[in-house]
């Protein structure tokens, strides 16, 4: 089973599925003439579902039965939001350090504000630049979103993308390590 054993509720009958994740408790087998522990598991699990089944349908009402359900239903699971990468690159024209109008760069302070709200607020996981030339620096910001769309939306409003002080590329991503 893939999911932990969940109780199954049947009228006044609780019964608790076999776990076959946890470790069996019996010494393990030295010859298929000792004990077959895998066998006799194998047999209370098929017994177990067989009298889930006829418990269950027992309860299933008929026309003459009105339906009563006493369990719960699962609340619904939201998809985990996918997570993206955008590269950032400057504009060609702002390889040149002295091109840098006043008007770039209080659109590169709004880009830093921006990306520090969606961090505070848990949507970029990190943001960063590397420190070299104009035009060999570039920028990287992980973040989640629900899927490609709102990625896209997300990049496209970020106010450096907006005003052509950057371009962006947008690529699906997956962290495998994050330092604690």
Known sequence: MDTPPALLRTRSLVIEPWSFSSPCSLPPC???ASHSH???????????????ARAQA????????????????????TAPKKQFLIILRLAPRLHDDTAWTDADKA????????LKAA?????????????????KTM???????????AARAFMLGDPCIAAGVM??????????????
Do not use: C, N, Y
Request: net charge negative; proline share 8%; no cysteine.
């Open 30 to 32: 030295t010859s298929p």
């Open 38 to 52: 895998s066998a006799l598991r194998t047999l209370l699990a098929l017994a177990a579902l067989t009298f889930t």
């Open 58 to 77: 027992a309860d299933t009402p008929t026309a003459s039965t009105p339906s009563v359900s006493t369990a719960t239903a699962p609340a619904p699971r």
């Open 107 to 114: 659109t590169v302070s709004a880009h830093f504000q921006r």
């Open 119 to 135: 961090t505070d607020a848990g949507q970029v996981i990190l943001a960063g630049r590397t420190p070299e030339a104009g035009d």
């Open 139 to 149: 920028g990287l910001v992980v973040f989640t979103a629900d899927d490609e769309a």
């Open 167 to 180: 371009f962006g590329e947008l690529r699906p991503f997956s962290l495998a390590h994050l330092r604690k």
